[in-house]
């Protein structure tokens, strides 16, 4: 069993095997009951002379027999789509917190449009393992064999000629399964990159049509439609080849089966079992010869639902095995936070794969209240360092404290009460204006809010919209000017006061009059509040606002001003 196949057996509900096995034995039963019920019947009319009036007791024990039948199949149908739905349903929400838990580096190294296939459309997809693939194999393994000895008991001739084909389809689609599993992994990959490029198109379409390359990019797309349309088709060749291959010797066998009861009934063959056959015998082995395929032919109908599920196990487990960017500590220590904060920084170094070490021996002191500005060329670490000081990652060496304790000892919860945080881009989510300020702190009441809009310098925008705080934005932020995106933000951050504000170019793409007025603003909320405010920025205005001023180059950190 692969490793997949083990995980996704790992996530089946208890009891869930065992139920299907106790309805398929239950069905098997049934089969066989129905099996020697109409063949009796026949034989009792056709070679007994009986009138079918004289046949209530087995006409009315046929009934019971094929309701039961139908129950037992929508039984089996209920508890597998059951167990799929739960599985989803817990899946998709770990996913999601391993997400967040891998943190900004795990999230930048995939397109949002993979990672929404992971959570959508190849967690739909094991609802054909779980659903399909398990039950049909499970009820293949059940009823083969005792359909088979049902035959044997009756003729054991006839089972032989089953128990010979029986083999060669589990064989032949294992030996195709080979080649869809392969497949449908090239068609997941494909549909995880297909899906993230056309959700950073239409991201970006607005930069599109400016530049007139809707033409160029529409063939893009359909070169990788084109693609993925290939795959597909390759992956359905090889399911209809299994099909193919199972119909071929379900075929053989049925028809050698019927052969030989025929021939038997003629007195033409006199080997075996083959002169005690009567209509009664015969007529019950050809009723149970395709019902003994039957199982195996859904089977393989589901057979690539197994190539699917695989492929899908293989997405989701790379998420949910991502290691988190800040493990919890396993012997968390509380803290207090007051209204600011003491940062400490010691022999800091990290280092990435392709691009050595992005810092170096960081050392760095900052007292309760201070505002320091991080300067640097763009790619010289400085959202690096305030990722670590925020705890979204996880240094190779060196430590970080806050008011004397150990980063690493602060735990997720805590952690979040004591830094606010405001990026230098996006950001901003489909919902009023309310509800995206609010996500920061959910439960804020009115005045927090009014507060902290305020604070921002939001209140005579607002006051001019129709519907207030109600009023509805987008995530592209448009209708919106750079500086009220910016200031929805800065609001956001501000919602809850923290003793620690990390700020990642909070001026980035705004005019010199706006970024003058925002960083009035964060100097006001700073003497007013008085949290400890780490900045990275190249605004030249931001030197004027800062205590502090710190030149980070080539992982360097170094203190410039004051």
Known sequence: MSSESQWLAAREPTGFRAGLITLSLIQSGLIVMQAWLLAGIVHAVMIDGRAPGDLALPFLLLLPVFAARAGTETMKGWIASGAAARIQRQLRPRLFQHIADAGPTFVAGRSAGALSTVLVEQVDLLERWYGRLVPQTITAGVTVPVLLMAVL?????????????APLIPLFMILVGWGAEQASRDQQRELARLGGVFL???RGLDTIRRFGSETHELGRLSALIDDFRRRTLAVLRLAFLSTAVLEFFSAVAIAAVAIYVGLGLLGYIQFGPAPALTLHSGLFVLLLAPEFFQPLRQLSQAWHDRADGLAAAGSIRAVLEAPPARPEP????????????????????????GRGAVLTDIELDIQPGQRVLLRGPSGGGKSTLLDLIGGFLVPDSGRIRIDGIELQRIDSQDLSRLRAWMGQSGGLFDGSLADNIRLSMPGAGEAALGSAIEAAGLTDWIATLPRGTATTIRASGEGLSGGQARRILLARAMLRPRPLVLLDEPTASLDADTAESLWTTLGALSRERGP???????????????????????????????
């Open 200 to 202: 950073d198109r239409l």
């Open 330 to 353: 396993l012997d968390p220590v509380a803290i207090t936070p007051g209204t600011a904060c003491r940062i400490e920084i010691d022999g800091l170094i990290l280092e990435r794969p």
């Open 153 to 165: 008991w009756q003729d054991w001739l006839a089972g032989t000629f089953l128990a010979l084909a």
């Open 532 to 562: 400890t405010v780490i900045c990275a920025s190249h605004d030249p205005q931001a030197e004027a606002w800062a205590d502090r001023i710190f030149e980070l180059e080539s992982g360097r950190l170094e203190e410039v001003g004051r």
